[in-house]
Nanobody, 124 residues
Framework: QVQLVESGGGLVQAGGSLRLSCAAS????????MGWFRQAPGKEREFVAT????????YYSDSVKGRFTISRDNAKNMVYLQMNSLKPEDTAVYYC?????????????????WGQGTQVTVSS
């Protein structure tokens, strides 16, 4: 089992940056591909990014590509999402997730564990 806790959300103006963090428990953290998803008011949960177990491969949605960067530190059991050039449409609750697969692409549809979410609000 993997337990996940997100942090780092907040209020930021358009064009600003935030770095989200996800702390994971468990001895086999490296075996899990990790992902970030988000859900805006009135919308379905949306894929943002995934990263392979080793950290060597990443996958991004078109809406965030070039602006967001997912990374991980397996020695610390941490996953991060660096968000730059934020837009009002990025406003959402952001969730960290772990997959029972170490492949970043396959993990998009193999998420097994979820954090509680952290609110990101971008003002125009």
């Amino acid at each position: 089992q993997v337990q996940l806790v997100e942090s780092g959300g907040g209020l930021v103006q358009a064009g600003g940056s935030l770095r989200l963090s996800c702390a994971a428990s468990g001895r086999t953290f490296r075996n899990y591909a990790m992902g970030w998803f988000r859900q805006a008011p009135g919308k379905e949960r949306e894929f943002v990014a995934t990263i392979s177990g080793s950290g060597g491969s990443t996958y991004y949605s078109d809406s965030v590509k070039g602006r967001f960067t997912i990374s991980r530190d397996n020695a610390k059991n941490m996953v991060y999402l660096q968000m730059n050039s934020l837009k009002p449409e990025d406003t959402a609750v952001y969730y960290c997730a772990a997959a029972s697969d170490n492949n970043a692409y396959r993990a998009r549809v193999a998420l097994d564990y979820w954090g509680q979410g952290t609110q990101v609000t971008v003002s125009s």
